[in-house]
């Protein structure tokens, strides 16, 4: 199936413990991005890749970081995860310059306890 | 600063009958107006997007318009069925090109 697939679905962990989202696309867009969805369900963006290159990086605790292997991969690694990041994290891609939508990943609902 | 503004308040239509969602934006003009469809504990899936020089776009029972002089775009479900229960975004690039999203509406279409 074409698609963005993000891992794992569902993440409980610790306060102060790290942990880190996968996201895979095979649609062979150029651009992939992370948005995190509040409980109020506002999604916001945290990251955008271009082949590799970071474009977007919003403003986001240092605490994220993003690493993109290849145009194919967007991974998110979290340290000393806090109570306030507790949220569902999305992956997207798209096709840069065309008038496509989005495609999104079905999301990874983190909860720190 | 940029927004975008869409009803907050739940839409509850019968079976059949025309759903109409609305999405307003201040404060600078959309390039291209994108509407998704957001089930529970999914990713937003894309539908229409219609450009800044459009008024109306189309695609099977959907279709969207956009007035600039109102600063507004509609959505539109005709013949809605239960199975269009879901939440609707609206989301544009806003002037930097980063995509800025409305909070949503919640359709439910009642058999």
């Known amino acids: 199936d074409t698609a963005v697939s993000q891992t794992p679905k569902y993440l409980v962990t610790q306060m102060g413990n790290d942990k880190s989202i996968k996201c895979e696309q095979n649609?062979?867009?150029?651009?992939m991005y992370w948005y995190k969805q509040d409980s109020k369900k506002f999604l916001k963006i945290m990251f955008s890749?271009?082949?590799?290159?970071?474009?977007i990086n919003e403003t986001v605790p240092n605490r994220f970081s993003p690493k993109s292997p290849d145009k194919a991969h967007l991974n998110l690694h979290i340290n000393s995860l806090e109570l306030g990041d507790s949220a569902v994290y999305f992956c997207?891609?798209?096709?840069?310059?065309?008038?496509?939508?989005?495609?999104f990943g079905s999301g990874t609902r983190l909860t720190v306890v | 600063s940029q927004k975008i503004e869409q009803n907050s308040e739940a839409l509850n239509i019968q079976e059949g009958k025309t759903a109409t969602l609305t999405c307003n934006y201040t404060?600078?003009?959309?390039?291209?107006l994108q509407w998704y469809r957001q089930d529970p504990g999914r990713g937003p899936v894309f539908l229409l997007l219609?450009?800044?020089n459009e008024k109306e776009k189309r695609k099977e029972r959907l279709k969207v318009t956009f007035d600039t002089t109102l600063k507004q775009s509609l959505f539109h479900i005709t013949a809605s069925q239960p199975a269009d229960s879901a939440t609707y975004l609206c989301?544009?690039?806003?002037?930097?090109?980063?995509?800025?999203w409305g909070l949503g509406t919640s359709l439910a279409v009642n058999p």
């Open positions: 989301a544009d690039a806003g002037n930097n090109r980063k995509l800025i």
């Open positions: 219609i450009r800044e």
């Open positions: 890749y271009n082949n590799k290159e970071l474009i």
């Open positions: 997207a891609s798209r096709e840069q310059g065309t008038t496509y939508g989005y495609t």
């Open positions: 404060n600078y003009s959309p390039a291209y």
């Open positions: 649609l062979g867009h150029d651009t």
